[in-house]
């Protein structure tokens, strides 16, 4: 069945809609995932909430959550736990949300933000977030708290930068890529904040909050960039080298349970 091999299960209710059938829904999944799998995380969108007051989306957050999870308290599975997110397209909330997702289904998570806690604590930076480009989730980020503007503004950098990229910094053949390793930007605004931006991996970049005096010691956040990029590498390596091992393993197990003709010595 499909929810064995999954790490977490999304379920989208549209808030703007009679939520009582999804709600039914909800319960149905949920259950007979979870009959299937006990390690999957269970993230309930509330989408649509653009379309609600501050107060209505407050309300109807309270009355999902309740009701969800008075469905599983009286099919006695209160230890399953229901994650809520508000979301909208018309916001970054979608974007967050499923930041918050991802975010539990790596492992490495840990070391990532110790890494960017000490390249923070070192470097005199607000805020660090390391994003995958494409996608513009955020795979990781230093502990103090996030703020929805931050985040924003992070993923407008992003943009701009790629667009630009794209327009300006490809080859006339389209020959090229709009994001690699030489990929940095600096961005100055209004209050007396630095936006940086530069290349970890082919897929993440680092974006982060330096205020302008902290700016001025450039040269030591490069260097600690420097060495946090390496440890960043590092990690994914090893990620990669257990991946590998571990399919070397298997392809080996495969091998000494079949018999010469290919048919399996024992049931698999
Ligand atoms: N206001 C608002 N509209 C949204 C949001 N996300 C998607 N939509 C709109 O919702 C519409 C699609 O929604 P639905 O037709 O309800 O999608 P669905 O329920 O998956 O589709 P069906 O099951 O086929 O009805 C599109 O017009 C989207 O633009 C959101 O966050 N806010």
Same mark, same amino acid.
């Given at each position: 069945m499909i929810f064995r091999g999954t790490g977490a299960l999304i379920f989208v209710i549209d808030s703007q809609d009679d939520y009582m059938e999804a709600l039914a829904r909800l319960h149905l999944t949920v259950t007979r995932a979870y009959k299937v799998n006990t390690d999957i995380n269970f993230e309930v969108f509330i989408h649509k909430v653009d379309g609600l007051s501050d107060d209505h989306k407050i309300e109807t957050q309270r009355d999902i959550h309740q009701r969800a999870n008075d469905d599983l308290a009286d099919a006695g599975l209160e230890k399953i736990h229901l994650s809520f997110y508000l979301t909208s397209i018309y916001d970054h909330s979608i974007?967050?949300?499923?930041?918050?997702?991802?975010?539990? /289904?790596?492992?490495? !998570?840990? +070391? /990532?933000?110790? /890494? #960017?806690?000490?390249?923070?604590?070192?470097?005199?930076?607000? =805020?660090?977030? @390391?994003?995958?480009?494409? %996608?513009?989730?955020?795979?990781?980020? $230093?502990?103090?708290?996030? $703020?929805?503007?931050?985040?924003? #503004?992070?993923c407008?950098?992003?943009d701009v930068v790629?667009?630009?990229?794209?327009?300006?910094? @490809?080859?006339? $053949?389209?020959?090229?890529?709009?994001?690699?390793?030489? %990929?940095?930007?600096?961005?100055?605004?209004?209050?007396?904040?630095? !936006?940086? @931006?530069k290349e970890v991996t082919k897929f993440l970049a680092l974006v982060c909050f330096v205020r302008e005096e902290s700016f001025e010691r450039k040269g030591l956040i490069d260097y600690n960039f420097h060495c946090f990029r390496k440890a960043i590498h590092e990690v994914f390596e090893v990620r990669?080298?257990?991946? =590998?091992? *571990?399919?070397?393993? &298997? *392809?080996?197990?495969?091998? =000494?349970?079949? +018999?010469? &003709?290919?048919?399996p010595r024992v049931l698999l």
């Open positions: 974007f967050e949300a499923f930041s918050k997702v991802v975010q539990k /289904l790596i492992p490495q !998570l840990p +070391t /990532l933000e110790n /890494l #960017l806690n000490i390249f923070i604590s070192n470097s005199g930076i607000e =805020k660090a977030f @390391l994003f995958d480009v494409v %996608s513009k989730i955020y795979i990781a980020t $230093d502990s103090t708290p996030v $703020d929805m503007q931050t985040y924003e #503004l992070c407008d950098m992003i790629i667009d630009i990229s794209c327009i300006y910094g @490809l080859k006339e $053949d389209g020959a090229g890529t709009p994001y690699d390793k030489e %990929s940095t930007a600096i961005i100055k605004l209004n209050n007396t904040t630095v !936006l940086y @931006l990669m080298k257990v991946v =590998k091992s *571990r399919k070397v393993q &298997n *392809r080996l197990q495969k091998k =000494k349970g079949a +018999t010469p &003709n290919g048919t």
